[in-house]
Nanobody
Framework: HVQLVESGGGSVQPGGSLRLSCTVSGDTFANLPCMGWFRQAEGKEREGVVVNDRGLSTNFAESVRGRYRISRDKARNTFDLQLYGLKPEDTGMYYC????????????????????WGRGTQVTVS
């Protein structure tokens, strides 16, 4: 059974940085070619932040493009999200997601396309 566990969240001032980690267990990156990060602000729907197709191509949401980075660490079985220049509107619960299929991964920031989810890590910018 695939398990995703997020960590690294916290409270930072505007302009600060964080590094979120998603640790994968129960499967390998080879079997989870499509991975992503989503976030959900209080009282709002979950939205896509970034998706990564087989560690090759990355699609960021416009709102975070240029400020966020991803890294896929095979040795540690982690999919990390680096957040820079954080803004108050970046506040939310950040979730790691994965899919065993890669078709339509690059173009998709939809929650419905990801069957595997972590429980989230909170990011607060204020």
């Amino acid at each position: 059974h695939v398990q995703l566990v997020e960590s690294g969240g916290g409270s930072v001032q505007p302009g600060g940085s964080l590094r979120l980690s998603c640790t994968v267990s129960g499967d390998t990156f080879a079997n989870l070619p499509c991975m992503g990060w989503f976030r959900q602000a209080e009282g709002k729907e979950r939205e896509g932040v970034v998706v990564n197709d087989r560690g090759l191509s990355t699609n960021f949401a416009e709102s975070v493009r240029g400020r966020y980075r991803i890294s896929r660490d095979k040795a540690r079985n982690t999919f990390d999200l680096q957040l820079y220049g954080l803004k108050p509107e970046d506040t939310g619960m950040y979730y790691c997601a994965a899919n065993s299929h890669y078709w339509n991964c690059e173009a998709s920031l939809l929650t419905a396309n990801f069957p595997f989810w972590g429980r989230g890590t909170q990011v607060t910018v204020s």
